[in-house]
């Protein structure tokens, strides 16, 4: 699956070693950035939070982070503020220009004495093990990789073998996105760190979508990572390598915070935002979007997904949460998912839904939006038999008219073209007072394979706002209906439709 990764953008070290001598020299001879740039010691995250204290006994804050500039801002300010710990937990990290920027925050966090204890699965790891092992060398850093042996550490015949004599093992990945802060704050969702999922990327962009919670139910994602983080599978990424090289041990990471600090690659503006969240949190509170809720849960799946008694499938915990949720619906499901494909499982939940009288809603990516033609190849095959089953299908548009709403990044002020915008948002609103907001896709892969990880939130006032946004995303303006008799396949040109088309080869079990 195609997705780029998360805040602990430890691969940012690959694209710092690889600069040449020439480019080293002019580096440390440019004006000193980060000088003018300090953290309020006035603030602290404690203290932003002390009159919700009472609230966070008992109940679970949630706030829904819609657009891509709130969620990148809201994780810099809490890796800014962070007083103890920081646990992250990710499939993919990017090298682009914002993961280089997440991981100076990180490095700074742990320069002030906090801990921070990195996750990320290896599949998708595409740093060098000494990059990784130079962030790892941090005295207050540890990663862990999920599952390796099919990209680090291992020669490629090793790999090979991997996937040739233990397919399952090495299709079994990590697709967890948890972001907790002292074990009081916590954001989960679709979104990984990359260019693209915050509105920085000048071609392509993902409409997402997180959720923020306070209290109770941040306790439930501590408790999953724990489980991760101790878990078999999760291997420390210097058990990896016979010994560490010399010349990654106590590195500098002055040039990885003169490259943030450089106004050129991390906007003055954007640091202001950061600098004034406090009243932007005070802001929040006032307006009533933060609700207090009795009744969320976080549902994780664990480490390893299912016994594997059932070859590719088995399902899992998320999987099993989310068809109850299916089967006791009794008026409406709307659900927006990148990827769409359905099992003769699924397609008879859907039906029986339908039957019962649910009307079910589904917005995906259209050929023209996917990100992933691979799995919109095997949309593309069973799209009909979906659509028989009485469920309405919206492909979403690359030319959203709403992403002039959602894309509020200050790149995309400046740009005098808007990029393509794709789905990567998973949520699913029931009788419009059951939210779901997660990492899992309606897919074989989520469903059987991948860990995913959801939050269960039983909110009148929380689905209204998720719904109001989902409903306006099906308008004509922003996606095509799909039916019976037509799509919107021929909006692309022929050469993506002949690469789908050759695409319908692969199985639908490890889309």
Same mark, same amino acid.
């Given at each position: 699956? =195609?997705?780029?990764?998360?805040?602990?953008?430890?691969?940012?070290?690959?694209?710092?070693?690889?600069?040449?001598?020439?480019?080293?020299?002019?580096?440390?001879?440019?004006?000193?950035?980060?000088?003018?740039?300090?953290?309020?010691?006035?603030?602290?995250?404690?203290?932003?939070?002390?009159?919700?204290?009472?609230?966070?006994? #008992?109940?679970?804050?949630?706030?829904?982070?819609?657009?891509? &500039?709130?969620?990148?801002?809201?994780?810099?300010?809490?890796?800014?503020?962070?007083?103890?710990? +920081?646990?992250?937990?990710?499939?993919?990290?990017?090298?682009?220009?914002?993961?280089? +920027?997440?991981?100076?925050?990180?490095?700074?966090?742990a320069?002030?004495?906090?801990k921070?204890?990195?996750?990320?699965?290896?599949?998708?790891?595409?740093?060098?093990?000494?990059?990784?092992?130079?962030m790892?060398?941090?005295?207050?850093?540890?990663?862990?990789?999920?599952? $390796?042996?099919?990209?680090?550490?291992?020669?490629?015949?090793?790999?090979?073998?991997? =996937?040739?004599?233990?397919?399952?093992?090495?299709?079994?990945?990590?697709?967890?996105?948890?972001f907790?802060?002292?074990?009081?704050?916590?954001? #989960?969702?679709?979104?990984?760190?990359?260019?693209?999922?915050?509105?920085?990327?000048?071609?392509?962009?993902?409409?997402?979508?997180?959720?923020?919670?306070?209290?109770?139910?941040?306790?439930?994602?501590?408790?999953?990572?724990?489980?991760?983080?101790?878990?078999?599978?999760?291997?420390?990424?210097?058990?990896?390598?016979?010994?560490?090289?010399?010349?990654?041990?106590?590195?500098?990471?002055?040039?990885?915070?003169?490259?943030?600090?450089? @106004?050129?690659?991390?906007?003055?503006?954007?640091?202001?935002?950061?600098?004034?969240?406090?009243?932007?949190?005070?802001?929040?509170?006032?307006?009533?979007?933060?609700?207090?809720?009795?009744?969320?849960?976080?549902?994780?799946?664990? @480490?390893? %997904?299912?016994?594997?008694?059932?070859?590719?499938?088995?399902? &899992?915990?998320?999987?099993?949460?989310l068809?109850?949720?299916?089967?006791?619906?009794?008026h409406?499901?709307?659900?927006?998912? @990148?990827?769409?494909? #359905?099992?003769?499982?699924?397609?008879?939940?859907?039906?029986e839904?339908?039957?019962?009288?649910?009307?079910?809603?589904?917005?995906?990516?259209?050929?023209?939006?996917?990100?992933?033609?691979?799995? =919109?190849?095997?949309?593309q095959?069973?799209?009909?038999?979906?659509?028989?089953?009485?469920?309405?299908?919206?492909?979403?548009?690359?030319?959203?008219?709403?992403?002039?709403?959602?894309?509020?990044g200050?790149?995309?002020?400046?740009?005098?073209?808007?990029?393509?915008?794709?789905?990567?948002a %998973?949520?699913?609103?029931?009788? &419009?007072?059951?939210?779901?907001?997660?990492?899992?896709?309606?897919? @074989?892969?989520?469903?059987?394979?991948?860990?995913?990880?959801?939050?269960?939130i039983?909110?009148?006032?929380?689905?209204?706002?998720?719904?109001?946004?989902?409903?306006?995303? +099906?308008? $004509?303006?922003?996606?095509?209906?799909?039916?019976?008799?037509?799509?919107?396949?021929?909006?692309? &040109?022929?050469?993506?439709?002949?690469?789908?088309?050759?695409?319908?080869?692969? $199985?639908?079990?490890?889309?």
């Open positions: 699956m =195609f997705s780029k990764l998360p805040y602990c953008c430890l691969i940012c070290l690959c694209f710092l070693f690889s600069c040449t001598e020439t480019k080293e020299e002019s580096l440390i001879e440019e004006t000193d950035f980060c000088s003018n740039i300090h953290r309020n010691d006035t603030v602290s995250l404690t203290q932003e939070l002390v009159d919700l204290s009472d609230n966070m006994k #008992t109940k679970t804050g949630v706030y829904v982070l819609e657009d891509g &500039g709130s969620a990148m801002i809201t994780r810099a300010w809490l890796c800014e503020y962070a007083e103890k710990k +920081i646990d992250i937990q990710y499939f993919i990290f990017s090298t682009d220009n914002v993961g280089l +920027i997440a991981c100076d925050y990180l490095v700074r966090a320069d002030r004495g906090v921070v204890r990195i996750l990320v699965d290896d599949i998708m790891v595409d740093a060098g093990i000494e990059d990784i092992l130079t790892d060398s941090h005295e207050n850093i540890s990663i862990k990789i999920y599952n $390796p042996g099919v990209n680090l550490g291992k020669n490629l015949f090793s790999k090979v073998k991997k =996937f040739t004599t233990d397919f399952r093992s090495a299709n079994l990945r990590m697709h967890n996105k948890t907790t802060v002292d074990d009081k704050v916590v954001i #989960t969702g679709g979104r990984n760190i990359a260019d693209e999922y915050f509105d920085y990327d000048h071609e392509y962009n993902f409409r997402d979508r997180d959720v923020l919670l306070l209290g109770q139910a941040t306790k439930d994602v501590s408790g999953s990572f724990t489980e991760f983080w101790e878990s078999t599978l999760s291997v420390p990424v210097v058990d990896l390598i016979d010994e560490t090289p010399e010349d990654v041990k106590n590195y500098d990471f002055d040039r990885l915070h003169e490259y943030a600090c450089n @106004p050129d690659n991390f906007w003055p503006q954007v640091r202001t935002k950061i600098e004034n969240f406090p009243s932007t949190i005070q802001k929040i509170k006032n307006s009533g979007g933060l609700i207090w809720v009795d009744s969320v849960s976080f549902v994780s799946d664990l @480490p390893g %997904k299912n016994d594997g008694t059932e070859g590719l499938g088995g399902g &899992g915990i998320s999987t099993s949460a068809i109850d949720l299916v089967k006791n619906a009794s409406s499901i709307d659900i927006q998912t @990148p990827y769409l494909i #359905t099992s003769e499982l699924g397609q008879n939940l859907f039906r839904a339908v039957e019962r009288g649910v009307e079910v809603k589904i917005l995906t990516n259209s050929l023209a939006s996917t990100d992933n033609i691979e799995a =919109f190849s095997s949309y095959t069973d799209r009909k038999k979906l659509l028989k089953t009485g469920v309405k299908i919206f492909e979403f548009r690359p030319d959203a008219a709403i992403r002039k709403e959602i894309m509020t200050e790149l995309q002020a400046e740009l005098d073209h808007k990029p393509i915008f794709g789905l990567h %998973k949520t699913m609103v029931v009788d &419009g007072k059951i939210t779901v907001i997660g990492t899992f896709n309606l897919d @074989p892969r989520s469903a059987n394979l991948n860990t995913e990880c959801i939050a269960i039983h909110s009148k006032k929380i689905a209204d706002g998720v719904l109001s946004g989902m409903e306006e995303e +099906i308008k $004509p303006e922003n996606a095509w209906e799909t039916t019976l008799e037509s799509n919107p396949d021929s909006k692309v &040109g022929a050469v993506k439709r002949i690469k789908t088309w050759t695409r319908k080869v692969l $199985p639908k079990d490890i889309l």
